[in-house]
């Protein structure tokens, strides 16, 4: 089933109050949207309302499928921080196999094809040589690929992803790239949360927030230097294009053709091993 989402006067938030307001967009069958901006800009708070984790404060949020089906699509939510403290050392086949729990239930046992659907997971993700490691050895950037193997493996109509790309090296960023590519050409919508240009520059559709939408549209047009530099502090231009200052985030992001700009490596991001 391909899918659909649309918003129209979308107000985002917590307890009444507005995070972010005045979000109109539409997604259909294979298109990617990126929401970027700096932490506490609305980006995950949108994500969690078109997840249907909480309400919207005003307008309406719809995720549907876009063949005319009454049935709700199905969506495949990571969020941006992943629990840690599991009791028991489990494994990391064990967590991707999460995945496949809303189709065969919390009790229910895991078919063939469930099996092979965890395994094309691991695979498209590089982890299959970590299928009997527990979580808690592996490294930051390993955990994430172990998440977003999750998130594949659930098969959905949309995937919203909130910082998927954080503690990966640049050759998981690229498989990463590759399977959401994948994941269109299957038909899904994408949703990411980022603070990567580059990454956003990938999408059909970007949405820059800084507590207000600040540009929608394609990244030709959202991502233009006055848009990020009213939605990060500080944009400067090199060489080959813009680059975004962010002092929320801690390091700097490339927007333009060619390599990024980087000071350094940002406090809390984790090499991928």
């Given at each position: 089933m391909s899918a659909a989402i649309e918003c129209n006067g979308l107000a985002v938030g917590y307890g009444g109050h507005a995070v972010?307001?005045?979000?109109?967009?539409?997604?259909?069958?294979?298109?990617?949207?990126?929401?970027?901006?700096?932490?506490?800009?609305g980006k995950s708070t949108l994500l969690k309302t078109l997840a249907g984790l909480i309400a919207p404060i005003a307008g309406t949020a719809?995720?549907?499928?876009?063949?005319?089906?009454?049935?709700?699509?199905?969506?495949?939510?990571?969020?941006?921080?992943h629990e840690?403290?599991?009791?028991?050392?489990?494994?990391?086949?064990?967590?991707?196999?999460?995945?496949?729990?809303?189709?065969?239930g919390l009790t229910g046992r895991?078919?063939?094809?469930?099996?092979?659907?965890?395994?094309?997971?691991?695979?498209?993700?590089?982890?299959?040589?970590?299928?009997d490691q527990p979580l808690g050895t592996l490294s930051g950037g390993q955990c994430q690929r172990v998440h977003l193997a999750q998130a594949l493996c659930r098969r959905a109509d949309v995937l919203l992803l909130d910082e998927?790309?954080?503690?990966?090296?640049?050759?998981?960023?690229?498989?990463?790239?590759?399977?959401?590519?994948s994941e269109r050409a299957r038909g899904s919508v994408v949703v990411t949360a980022t603070h990567d240009v580059r990454e956003a520059q990938r999408a059909d559709l970007v949405l820059v927030v800084a507590e207000r939408v600040v540009a929608c549209g394609p990244p030709g047009e959202a991502l233009t230097a006055e848009a990020?530099?009213?939605?990060?502090?500080?944009?400067i231009s090199d060489a080959t294009g813009p680059v975004v200052i962010d002092p929320h985030h801690g390091h700097d992001h490339h927007h333009g053709p060619g390599s990024p700009h980087v000071h350094g490596?940002?406090?809390g991001h984790q090499h991928d091993h």
């Amino acid at each position: 089933m391909s899918a659909a989402i649309e918003c129209n006067g979308l107000a985002v938030g917590y307890g009444g109050h507005a995070v972010v307001g005045g979000i109109d967009l539409a997604l259909g069958a294979g298109q990617w949207l990126a929401v970027i901006g700096t932490n506490g800009s609305g980006k995950s708070t949108l994500l969690k309302t078109l997840a249907g984790l909480i309400a919207p404060i005003a307008g309406t949020a719809a995720v549907r499928s876009a063949d005319g089906s009454p049935d709700r699509a199905t969506v495949s939510y990571l969020s941006q921080s992943h629990e840690q403290g599991f009791l028991l050392p489990i494994r990391s086949r064990d967590v991707v196999c999460m995945g496949r729990w809303p189709a065969r239930g919390l009790t229910g046992r895991l078919r063939g094809d469930d099996q092979a659907m965890v395994d094309d997971a691991m695979g498209a993700m590089g982890i299959t040589d970590l299928a009997d490691q527990p979580l808690g050895t592996l490294s930051g950037g390993q955990c994430q690929r172990v998440h977003l193997a999750q998130a594949l493996c659930r098969r959905a109509d949309v995937l919203l992803l909130d910082e998927p790309t954080a503690g990966l090296d640049a050759a998981s960023r690229e498989r990463y790239l590759a399977v959401m590519d994948s994941e269109r050409a299957r038909g899904s919508v994408v949703v990411t949360a980022t603070h990567d240009v580059r990454e956003a520059q990938r999408a059909d559709l970007v949405l820059v927030v800084a507590e207000r939408v600040v540009a929608c549209g394609p990244p030709g047009e959202a991502l233009t230097a006055e848009a990020l530099a009213q939605a990060f502090g500080v944009v400067i231009s090199d060489a080959t294009g813009p680059v975004v200052i962010d002092p929320h985030h801690g390091h700097d992001h490339h927007h333009g053709p060619g390599s990024p700009h980087v000071h350094g490596p940002a406090p809390g991001h984790q090499h991928d091993h």
